[in-house]
């Protein structure tokens, strides 16, 4: 393993300042000064560790949480949805009689959509409970107006497509075409969220692994940083540079790691409107986007202070 110190040597020489006296090519101090300094410093350096702790890591776990239930939510809402209009009978017994005619126009993929009836005909009452079990299953989970705030056929248009949403507002027909579309495109909706459910545990668990490598690697800087180097011998400095070491490395590996799977990227299938990026949708709302990768730099940024301060008292032993 190779350690590199770019500190400047300091020598004990003996002279001006006092026979104890530390110099380098800038000047000389006195041994009891430095001391006094060092300890202030081991003091100073005390409080700033204990002060940083994951501020980051508990906001997401939380954002996590709440996301996780709300896609839930909806992955129920959209089942309940499917199984509401699943019961409504496509015979003509809804209909009002002399009502003629219809206008069929393709769904998103998934079926024919009876569009309008005759003029001046009066609705399908099944048309209008399939909008009430809407309302009443997608629109009903309690996040919807913070989340959305969208009307029924704004929220339709992107989760089934715009053509459902037209045919859901003004359809004179429940047929079976857009029954089968109503069915089919709640199911898609429901799939999509059941999806993110499962990308949100995986994030879960991997923030899991990630907080706990970052809750040692703070620990142990604190544990490294304890106290003044002056008192430590050439071995301890060398031990506690080696953990600073370690320490560094797993911090790179972590930040390595963490990018990659960034860079691979998983896009979130949430609506129609196309995927969009996972870290982003999911912390939005904390002042970072990426928690993890913050946490690990800021942690990185103290390992290598430590090792500066570590390397400085190390060429004083040379």
């Not at 001006?16 to 006195?30: E, I, K, Q, R, T």
């Not at 776990?61 to 709440?66: S, V």
């Not at 949403?165 to 909706?189: H, M, N, S, Y």
């Not at 998983?266 to 993890?292: A, F, K, M, N």
Request: some cysteine; proline content about 4%.
């Amino acid at each position: 393993m190779e350690w590199a110190f770019h500190a400047a040597t300091m020598v004990s020489t003996k002279g001006a300042v006092g026979a104890d006296a530390l110099c380098s090519p800038v000047g000389c101090v006195s041994a009891e000064l430095l001391a006094r300094a060092l300890l202030y410093a081991g003091l100073g350096a005390l409080t700033v560790f204990a002060l940083a702790t994951l501020a980051f890591i508990p906001d997401a776990r939380a954002a996590l949480r709440r996301e996780r239930e709300r896609a839930g939510d909806e992955r129920d809402a959209f089942a309940r949805f499917a199984r509401r209009v699943a019961n409504l009978d496509t015979t003509a017994a809804g209909r009002t009689p002399g009502t003629t005619g219809t206008n069929q126009g393709p769904g998103p993929g998934v079926g024919t959509l009876a569009l309008a009836g005759g003029a001046g005909s009066p609705g399908d009452d099944r048309v209008a409970q399939a909008r009430r079990a809407y309302r009443d299953t997608v629109m009903a989970v309690p996040h919807y107006e913070e989340e959305y705030a969208e009307s029924l056929s704004e929220n339709v248009s992107a989760e089934f497509g715009e053509s459902v949403a037209i045919a859901l507002e003004g359809a004179e027909a429940f047929t079976p075409g857009l029954r089968r579309t109503l069915i089919e495109g709640a199911e898609t909706a429901r799939e999509r969220r059941n999806s993110l459910v499962r990308a949100i545990e995986q994030e879960e668990a991997s923030l899991r692994t990630a907080a706990g490598t970052l809750s040692d690697v703070e620990c142990g800087v604190e544990s490294a940083s304890e106290g003044p180097t002056l008192p430590l011998s050439f071995e301890q400095l060398m031990d506690r540079w080696g953990r600073l070491y370690d320490m560094e490395q797993e911090c790179e590996t972590l930040l390595e790691e963490r990018q990659e799977s960034i860079q691979a990227g998983y896009g979130v299938p949430l609506r129609l409107d196309g995927p969009i990026s996972l870290q982003e949708y999911l912390y939005d709302s904390l002042p970072v986007t990426h928690p993890v990768l913050a946490e690990a730099t800021r942690l990185l940024e103290s390992v290598r202070d430590a090792q500066d301060s570590t390397s400085v008292a190390l060429s004083r032993r040379v």
